[in-house]
Structure formats: C-alpha cells, structure tokens
C-alpha cells in the first residue's frame, strides 16, 4: 500500500471515530435529559398531584446504567479516564509507545471478559422483565456487551494512534488532565474555525 492510499485510510477511520464520538455524546445528552425529565416530572406529579409516572423509576435506572457505560467510552476516547502516569511521563517516547500498547492491551482483555459476561447474563434473563416496564432485563444487561465492544474499539484506536501517528513525547499518554483537554479542545476549535470557508 502506497503511503497515500496509507494517509487517506487513516483520515477516512479518524473521521469515523468522530462520527462515532459525536453519536456518543448525543446519545448521552438524550439519555441524561430524558432521566431528568423522568426523575423530576414524577416529583413534580407526587407532591403536586398525588400522582406519577410509573415507568419512571425502571426507565431511569436502565437510562442511567446505559448513560454510566457510554460515558466510559466516550471517556476513554477522550482520554479522560483517571490514570497514574507517573511513571509513563518520564519514560522515553519508544518505552511510552510500549507502555501504552501493553496496558492497552490488558484493557482489551478487560473488555473481553464484560463482552462475555454480559452475553452470558443476558441470555440468562431474556424471559425475565421489568414488572412496570414490562421489557426484559436483557436490555440492562446487553449494555456490558455494548460497553465491551465499544471501549475495546476505542482503546484499540487509542494504541493505533499512538504507535502510528505523529505525537510529541507529552502527547503519548492514556490519560489527559483537564487543563490539557481543554487546551487540545481549544486547538481543536481554532483549527475548525481557520480551516473554515474564506469570505
């Protein structure tokens, strides 16, 4: 494979990843406003109204496992997970790279093991449902097959980028804090808004 048949595929799979990342993040702002609206309407309807909606409380803690998993993925590309990276930072940028792949690659099997248990607690309670809801808990457990799968992809990607791509020695880390974050979400935006159409 020529080098840029090379280039375009990693622009085509990075370009994907934000597609993926942007579904994420809508996914989640559905789910966490519709619990709000759930949680608080229900309090609303009991102290106002002697009422309430009876799906609430089921619906909202499915919501909330799905929310609390999809976040962990979203984190992980994000790199926004709490590490100890001490150690890592003072390394090399080549014993960087082989530290990254090699806890990348205790993750993977991680993920491995929620894929597999969760296949195995979802099959157990497919005839079992919510007494309101009335679905089965399959949907609460098929969200550790769904979390597996997706925080496997994105720390595969995580291990690609970083022994594939251009980084400087402080770029190579599995963990980002909040100042640098906002710093690259900055850059990020600057570069949208240069790249943008000239008037």
Known sequence: MDPGT????????????????????????????????LVFGNVVLRYGF??????????????FVWLVLLGAILASRQHAHIGFDTLVKSLPPKWKKAAIAFTG???????????????????????????????SYAWLHGSAIVFGIGMGISIAFNIWDALTQPHTSEELSMTLNL?????????????????????
Request: charged residues 15%; negative net charge.
């Open 50 to 63: 002697d009422s309430g909606i009876a799906v609430s409380e089921e619906l909202a803690r499915l919501l």
């Open 105 to 135: 690659t205790l993750m993977l099997g991680a993920c491995v093991i929620f894929v597999i248990g969760g296949w195995q607690q979802t099959l157990i309670n497919l005839d079992n449902s919510y007494p309101v809801l009335g679905i």
């Open 179 to 199: 100042s640098e974050r906002i710093e690259a979400e900055i850059e990020h935006v600057v570069t949208h808004q240069n790249a943008g159409p000239k008037r």
């Open 6 to 37: 090379r280039t375009l595929h990693s622009y085509m799979f990075i370009r994907l990843t934000r597609a993926v990342t942007r579904a994420l993040e809508l996914t989640i702002v559905a789910c966490l406003s519709l619990m709000a609206l």
